[in-house]
């Protein structure tokens, strides 16, 4: 039984690791948001949005299991256009979400150490021991890691949601709870579908977590797959759940929003409010650990994509560990540097990043979608008539989307507005 268990533990890899980039801003933050504001009217909307890019992230696992290469080596052979297009992107989402996910992080870490220290010196300790584990421990200490962060985290999660149900929340009088089905709210529906579950550029990554496992231990279809799934689920299942603590906790109440890394230090105190005060370290341990974990896979995922990528456009080969590690430690620095720096502007520049990453999702979706039909799949890889289907629903509602935001940021008289 003890093996059994072991070996269904090392199966689970680069689709738990996918599932820690992406719990992070998308899920704390804003699925904890859309709980809070309007109840649990956006609960099926997230449930739909993780639904319709589920065979656009699949594609990394097809993809990268039938050719042994990563999507981005695919992006190249589409034309150094795709991989430059690409490669500004992943850099600028590289640099903000490791400065945002990292003082995120930070501030949490604070609730653990008995002494004050500034945000910056906070930061740089999280982004320093990110480096350590990722330099020192390469992709088997990351994949650990990982697994011990999203297990916890699960619990955690469901544990506090539990309690929250068990406890009464004293609801401002005459409170009206505002629809998210406005085109008020489109600015706010935008951010979390950008990042729902994560920026689609995660699915690159993702196969690179693949292909390196690939070249470490065997693997097969089977066992990527539910590996894949397990991970994908759990983001989707998680995102609902922190859904759930802000419409039991703080949907009605007479709580206002802070902005930026504040949030974070009324997330914890909001919801120990009403559970009790007994399970703060709890609820900070929850935020931190998911937050931590973010910004590990965040420094990792998006160091191997840039190196993969200037490697490709400069030597037309894949990149090699020096290349990738050069990479993990400029968007480090760079990451720290914005910290340091834009401290003030941060919210701004992660709301940038949320747009561009909503904006440029439909394109990669079909890129992706375009590497799998194009390339020749072994039938267990190929797409069945579902998830053809599902890809077809996909890239409208995610285009459909994004020709709606456009009208309404810079057409509004189309509206009505």
């Not at 649990?40 to 656009?56: C, D, E, R």
């Not at 999203?150 to 009088?173: F, H, Q, R, W, Y």
């Not at 206002?256 to 009324?266: L, Y």
């Not at 590497?371 to 077809?392: A, Y």
Request: proline share 3%; net charge positive; with cysteine.
């Amino acid at each position: 039984m003890t093996n059994k268990l072991k070996n269904i533990y090392k199966i689970f890899g680069p689709g738990i690791l996918m599932a820690t980039a992406a719990i992070g801003g998308s899920h704390l933050v804003s699925s904890t948001q859309s709980g809070a504001l309007y109840g649990w009217s956006l609960a099926i909307f997230i449930l739909l949005v993780n639904l319709f890019k589920y065979p656009f992230f699949l594609s990394n696992v097809q993809y990268t299991m039938a050719t042994k290469k990563s999507l981005i080596e695919g992006y190249a052979t589409l034309g150094n256009g795709w991989l430059w297009l690409f490669t500004v992107l992943a850099i600028i989402a590289a640099v903000v979400n490791t400065a945002a996910v990292s003082m995120f992080a930070a501030s949490l870490f604070g609730y653990f150490i008995p002494i004050k220290l500034t945000i910056n010196l906070l930061s740089f300790i999280i982004i320093f021991g990110c480096l350590l584990i990722l330099i020192a421990g390469k992709y088997h200490l990351l994949n650990n890691v990982s697994k011990i962060i999203m297990i916890t985290l699960s619990i955690s999660t469901i544990l506090a949601v539990i309690m929250a149900a068990t406890k009464e929340v004293s609801v401002v009088e005459d409170f009206i709870s505002p629809s998210p089905w406005t085109l008020a709210s489109l600015g706010f529906i935008v951010i979390l579908t950008g990042w729902m579950p994560a920026p689609i550029e995660i699915s690159s990554i993702g196969s690179l977590w693949l292909k390196s496992q690939m070249k470490q231990e065997s693997i097969n279809f089977k066992n990527a797959l539910m590996d894949f799934n397990v991970g994908y689920i759990s983001t989707a299942i998680l995102a609902v759940f922190f859904l759930a603590l802000g419409a039991l906790v703080l949907h009605g109440s007479a709580y206002e929003f802070k902005d930026g890394i504040a949030f974070s230090h009324q997330l914890v105190s909001m919801y120990t409010s009403v559970i009790g005060d007994w399970s703060r370290p709890l609820i900070a341990f929850i935020a931190f650990a998911c937050m931590f974990g973010t910004s590990i896979t965040v420094i990792d995922g998006y160091g191997r994509a840039i190196a993969e990528a200037f490697s490709l456009i400069k030597h037309n080969k894949s990149a090699n560990n020096k290349s990738v590690a050069i990479w993990t430690i400029v968007i480090s620095i760079l990451g720290f540097l914005i910290i340091v720096y834009f401290t003030s502007s941060m919210r701004a520049m992660l709301d940038f990043a949320m747009i561009l990453s909503f904006t440029t999702t439909p394109v990669f979706a079909l890129l992706n979608y375009k590497l799998v039909k194009s390339t020749k799949l072994p039938t267990d890889l190929k797409n069945g008539k579902f998830l053809e289907i599902l890809s077809i629903l996909g890239l409208i509602f995610l285009f459909g989307f994004l020709l709606l935001f456009i009208v309404y940021r810079w057409f509004p008289t189309l509206l009505g507005l």
